[in-house]
């Protein structure tokens, strides 16, 4: 980052007017400190403050065009970084939403450690209650869940109906889902 002394030699760098920029900048060196104090004070004891400050004061030099001598140079220069400070808290708290506190981060990982176990066992527990049913119900299902479709679609190219269909998948599910909480409920997961 620029120190204040480095900004206002880059001031004296530019290719616009030297006794309007040289104004300008006698206004602004002037401005520094009430500026400090007034991002100081809508940021209190946040340690961004300098940091927009800075950022206010490169706003204002990028703006300088826009500003007529002769006007209140302290309210114009306030605006704008008020206008600093404001997106300054949109960040923060757009980045607020996103982040959690350490304790939690840990939980999170914990918890989903322990649900990908689960599921790793709930998925084992499926493939071995699939090898339980008779090998046209296995097909049945497969077919079913694997092919694209409708069920009635489906129905028509097993020459059975809608209803039948519909009716003979639910009990298979619910055989599935009875065999798959009674596996994980006794530890017999291979």
């Known amino acids: 980052m620029l120190t204040f002394a480095e900004f206002a030699a880059f001031l004296y760098m530019t290719d616009s007017p030297p006794n309007s920029d040289a104004e300008f900048v006698q206004l602004l060196t002037a401005m520094q400190m009430p500026l400090a104090m007034y991002v100081r004070s809508l940021l209190p004891g946040d340690p961004a403050a300098a940091d927009v400050t800075q950022q206010a004061n490169a706003r204002i030099w990028e703006k300088r065009g826009e500003f007529e001598l002769g006007t209140n140079f302290r309210a114009w220069a306030f605006s704008i970084a008020r206008h600093e400070v ?98 994980l409920k006794q530890g017999e997961i291979a």
């Not at 939403?97 to 939690?104: G, V």
């Not at 190219?157 to 298979?172: E, K, P, Q």
Request: glycine letters at 4%.
């Open 86 to 183: 404001l997106n300054y808290r949109k960040q923060q708290a757009r980045d607020r939403r996103l982040s959690f506190s350490e304790e939690l981060e840990q939980l999170m990982t914990v918890e989903l450690s322990r649900r990908n176990d689960d599921w790793n066992q709930r998925l084992e527990a499926l493939e071995q209650c699939l090898q339980r049913l008779r090998p046209q119900q296995r097909q049945l299902l497969m077919a079913r869940y694997t092919n694209r479709g409708s069920l009635t679609e489906h129905a028509k190219r097993l020459g059975r109906s809608a209803d039948g269909l519909r009716v003979t998948l639910h009990r298979l599910r619910n055989k599935l889902l009875e065999c798959i909480e009674r596996k």
